[in-house]
């Protein structure tokens, strides 16, 4: 899966692929600072319009970097990622450095060890540019934060890039170096990515070890192929002492991923256009999604429709849980700091006060509902295709595209099941609107086969026909 440097001769090198820039490392032909120094340049570039960063600290990043070239120098490299710059999502902790979870209302203090996937990313040498931002606790599919500027969208900075993971699929599409670390628990990989126009991917349950592990919640790559992802998986899949729900460790050969188009052939592919319930999936989305899955059928797979499985009691389920659980988190907090969240967010959270215990138990079945009916719909194929969302990027400045606290998850119907399923899941570019907006295609397979969703991104992407050129900064 590597990449031929003499094909990216013309090409900057903060928009050198990671596979690309190791093959140059290795043949002495580029030094890591140099990669660093660019990806710097052009995030100082970009970063006044997308404000995708937090702690941004470019001395210490070309500290890194210099330290990666003096080993590559030596031809000791440190490991598999080496002088690769890289962001990692502000809710995973980094030794030293707060963690303000999104929100104003977080007391800052350093964190004392790094969570797990900033240990495997530090461990394999990739330099860490930057952490990126999030909204309040992870609880908005948007860039809208009460602690970090608002995010937007590097396609058209009218729109957000999504969220929660939004820095990270901003920074990916605008360049800010080839690898990109977020986490999911509802579709936080894939809606950025669909909305950004990259890749990524939302790991079986565990595959990735995590701290704080909890139901659903995943970290997972985002770049802008299928070869850098899982690249970063086979760093990222290391085992971990700390997450209680970790997969045993296995030996995944992640270089297989690389697989023609050929291997679409006689895999068994379900479409799923109609999530259910939520929002109604809008043309522009429902055509490429269509388009896609011709490509795939005519590259030889069977592609047969689905009906849906998803339910509005289970996604209200989930969202009277998540507005529980957040309520009983607000009311911790002293009156000032509390005050601090997001009103969208309280006001979210506040509408479940007169919840009684009946009611939260029941709805806290509905993830296992869920659970239940999504591995039951997948069972008769060995993929299923569908929209990662139902319309494209909206207003930056809304919270979700509804704008309704009392009806937030309404485009999250097609993601957040293979959350409580633990199936992987991708999101991967299958066109654009006739706005110039990009839209993912969701890959989902069973569980534990990553490595066969990836297999499946990767021959899409060899057959889905040419994308527009990377966004450019403005005046650029």
């Known amino acids: 899966m590597s990449s031929s440097t003499a094909q990216l001769s013309a090409v900057p090198l903060h928009d050198w692929p990671a596979h690309a820039l190791l093959a140059a490392y290795r043949a002495r032909t580029l030094s890591p600072v140099d990669a660093v120094r660019s990806v710097l340049d052009h995030i100082a570039r970009w970063e006044p319009h997308l404000r995708a960063t937090y702690l941004l600290r470019p001395d210490a990043a070309l500290a890194q970097a210099r330290a990666s070239e003096a080993r590559w120098a030596r031809g000791e490299p440190l490991g598999l990622l080496d002088g690769v710059p890289a962001t990692i999502k502000e809710n995973i902790a980094t030794q030293g450095d707060p963690t303000p979870l999104g929100t104003a209302a977080t007391e800052l203090a350093p964190a004392a060890a790094d969570a797990p996937p900033a240990a495997r990313l530090r461990e394999a040498g990739a330099v860490v540019v930057a952490k990126t931002t999030m909204p309040d606790y992870g609880m908005l599919s948007s860039g809208l934060s009460s602690f970090h500027p608002l995010a937007r969208n590097p396609w058209d900075l009218s729109k957000g890039p999504g969220g929660s993971s939004a820095g990270g699929g901003a920074a990916a599409a605008a360049g800010y170096g080839p690898l990109h670390v977020g986490t999911d628990i509802g579709g936080s990989l894939r809606l ?46 290391r085992p971990d002492a700390r997450d209680s729900m970790a997969l045993p460790p296995q030996d995944i050969d992640w270089n297989g991923a690389e697989v023609p188009a050929t291997h679409l052939r006689g895999l068994r592919l379900g479409l799923l256009l109609d999530a259910g319930c939520g929002l109604p999936v809008e043309p522009e989305v429902r055509e490429a999604i269509e388009q896609a899955a011709r490509r795939m059928e005519a590259a030889g797979a069977i592609v047969v429709p689905m009906e849906p499985f998803f339910t509005r009691d289970m996604l209200d389920g989930m969202d009277r849980f998540w507005r529980m659980r957040s309520l009983a988190d607000l009311r911790t907090l002293p009156a000032a700091r509390r005050d601090r969240v997001l009103p969208y967010i309280r006001a979210w959270a506040e509408s479940a006060s007169g919840m009684d215990g009946t009611e939260v138990f029941h709805a806290s079945q509905q993830f296992h509902a869920t659970r239940v009916a999504t591995a039951r719909a997948c069972a008769p194929f060995d993929y299923v295709l569908s929209p990662v969302a139902p319309m494209p990027a909206f207003a930056a400045e809304l919270p979700s595209p509804t704008n309704d606290p009392l009806r937030p998850l309404e485009h999250i119907a097609f993601t957040v099941p293979f959350n409580m399923s633990e199936q992987p899941a991708a999101s991967v570019p299958c066109g654009h609107t006739a706005a110039g907006l990009p839209i993912g295609l969701q890959i989902a397979g069973p569980r534990f086969d990553d490595l066969g969703v990836l297999r499946v991104a990767r021959a899409f992407e060899q057959i889905r026909g040419p994308l527009p050129g990377w966004p450019q900064p403005p005046g650029e």
């Open 192 to 237: 950025p990515a669909s909305w950004c126009g990259i890749f990524s991917l939302k790991p079986s349950l565990g595959r990735i070890p995590i701290d704080p592990p909890y139901t659903g919640r995943a970290a997972g790559p985002m770049t802008r192929t299928v070869a850098d992802a899982a690249l970063v998986m086979a760093v990222l899949s």
